[in-house]
């Protein structure tokens, strides 16, 4: 089923407003193509919609500032104005500190479900579950403190992976109650993560490195060996480019040994 939308640029440009300085990257649409989702380097997740492509905001809850109390200056004439000087200076410092807080949540990866859920990775390696339609936050997880580069959804809506800035994929299941949970390491790769993709009966995934490597993994197993990752017990075969001669030609590595692509 293909679904057409017609966006009006010149209104969805006048919509963004103050998310322009933000910086809006990780574009997705809803499954009925009626909704723009665009997350900011400000750990916001803009949804723009018609007919006026106004946006709603979801974003990551943050403890509000504390503001430190009045200094104590009775004896002074001007103690009320100093105290006011003091709250505006202070107002500025907190706003700028939510602001470099706000950075560490800055959304680097977004899938969309087709049961109306919004899963969103961010710059300190949490993964959070959304409601798109109530905006909701469901659910945060996270599997280490580096940022998520890569999110991907296996065709059934019950697997995924995430990559990370550590060069970390780690395998996630989606529950029947929306619940994401851990399933363990799938890989460390030497270079960091550029691609997934999984295979259309969802038992393969492939992943692509930075080093011009793809590699084939199982995924429809059991939990891998979290204990041994290097024991790769799920890895089919690796595509690596030859560099060492000119033909550039691909070769293969398996673990039963190596032979030409």
């Keep these: 089923k293909t679904v ?3 966006i009006p640029v010149g209104a969805l440009s006048d919509a963004v407003g103050d998310a322009e300085h933000e910086g809006l990257a990780s574009l997705e649409f809803s499954t009925d193509g ?3 989702i665009a997350g900011s380097g400000q750990g916001k997740i803009y949804l723009f919609s018609g007919p006026d492509w106004k946006p709603r905001v979801l974003e990551v809850p943050m403890k509000p500032p504390v503001l430190e109390a009045p200094v104590n ?3 002074l004439p001007d103690c009320s104005a100093i105290n006011g000087s003091l709250n505006q200076s202070r107002a500025r410092t907190a706003a700028l500190q939510q602001v470099m807080a706000r950075r560490e949540f800055s959304v680097s990866a977004l899938l969309v479900l087709k049961n109306e859920l919004l899963i969103s990775g ?3 390696g949490s993964i ?4 798109l339609r109530s905006g909701e936050l469901l659910q945060t997880s996270s599997q280490g403190s580096t940022r998520i580069t890569s999110l991907s959804l296996s065709h059934d809506g019950k697997l995924m992976l995430s990559a990370s800035e550590d060069h970390n994929v780690w395998r996630w299941n989606l529950e029947d109650n929306n619940n994401l949970v851990n399933s363990g390491l799938l890989t460390r790769a030497d270079s960091e993560i550029t691609s997934m993709s999984f295979s259309p009966n969802d038992t393969l995934a492939v992943i692509g490195a930075e080093d011009s490597t793809l590699s084939l993994w199982k995924v429809d197993t059991d939990e ?3 204990d041994d990752p290097s024991e790769e017990a799920n890895l089919i075969a690796t595509l690596y480019l030859d560099q060492t001669s000119d033909s550039k030609r691909w070769l293969v590595s398996a673990p039963s040994g190596r032979f030409d692509a």
């Design 122 to 124: 961010h710059k300190d």
């Design 4 to 6: 057409e939308a017609t």
């Design 73 to 75: 200056c009775a004896a």
């Design 224 to 226: 891998p060996d979290d």
């Design 128 to 131: 959070r579950v959304w409601n």
């Design 34 to 36: 009626q909704t723009l």
